[in-house]
């Protein structure tokens, strides 16, 4: 009888992720990610890139992207990733993405596709006027994380079926090249308070870029008046906090900001409420706007400056695109051998 069960990945440990520069960032972004980016640079070797080829499967002004890139990378470093300890750079610097996102084209089923649900919120009503790239993206993903055959991958809870997708494809390459323990299956980095952060207008929809409304998101750029003003007119019940969690889970706003001060303070929402409980929004959303100020305002005035010398930027972006390529280049040489490709 033969033996399936798969032959796990013997690679050292590496830790990838990756924000697309198509806006300006939020709170969401910045509790889901990037905090986690800069923890984790610590413990496993880190890469960090902007992901520019992932932003045009939606119209992005040629003019102001390369800007946007620098925006992103100012906003990794604000937020204290360390270029020598992470590599941090622009995704279409590395070609072997787009090399491996091709062959991987390949190897994914339609009717993996299919399942996406973030392709079905991003073309809403107008699938059929959607660019391929859009439909294809969650492919390209996966090409991002395993051309460097990263193990574990800080996302927010939205990036959980392209993660799924991305372990669906390892595993079918592996077997279909049989080479199994080829490509690991890569572990998400889901769990923790900031990992979905929901608008402070309407406590059911996602914190997004997208939102019309600017009092939905506290964005890393604003100022500290404009944090305060935020989370002052953040929609809330009239109860006072509650004392379990079962109970918060029921006032999805409540447990909105509750997560969102847990998150900012390095707490538990379980810690929050053992402080908070039988208090109103009188007293807890001026906390709330404090610590938020606290945390935040300095990241974006480190924005603000880094932004100030972007030459220093571009070349942090330069060395980081240089290093990845190193990394990445071995990875494509391989997979095209066992593709069987001529000359490789
Ligand atoms: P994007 O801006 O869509 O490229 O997202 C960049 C990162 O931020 C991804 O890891 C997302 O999962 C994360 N993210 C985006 N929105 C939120 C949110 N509302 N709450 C938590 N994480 C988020
Ligand atoms: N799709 C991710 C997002 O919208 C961005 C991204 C692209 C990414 N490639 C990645 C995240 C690889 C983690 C790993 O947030």
Known sequence: MTDHTPVPYAGPTRVLSGVQPSGALHLGNYLGALVKFA???????????????????????????????????????????????????PQSAVREHAELAWIFQCVARLGWLDRMTQFKEKSGKHKERSSVGLYTYPVLQAADILVYKATHVPVGEDQKQHLELTRDIAGKFNHDFGVQGFFPQPEPLIQGPGARIMSLRDGSAKMSKSDPSDYSRINLTDDADAIAAKVRKARTDPEPLPETLEELGARPEADNLVGIFAALAGRTKAEVLAEYAGKGFGTFK????????????????????????????????KAGAERASEVAAPTVAEVKKLVGFWGA
Request: charged content about 25%; cysteine-free.
């Open 39 to 89: 923890r984790l640079q610590h413990e496993m070797d880190t890469f960090i890139f902007v992901a520019d080829l992932h932003a045009i499967t939606v119209w992005q002004d040629p003019a102001l992207l390369a800007q946007q890139t620098r925006e992103i990378a100012a906003a990794y470093l604000a937020a204290g990733l360390d270029p020598a300890k992470a590599t941090i750079f």
């Open 286 to 317: 001026p906390a709330l706007a404090d610590l938020a100020v606290d945390k935040l305002a300095p990241v974006g005035e480190r924005m603000r400056s880094l932004l100030a010398d972007p030459a220093e930027i571009d070349r942090i972006l």
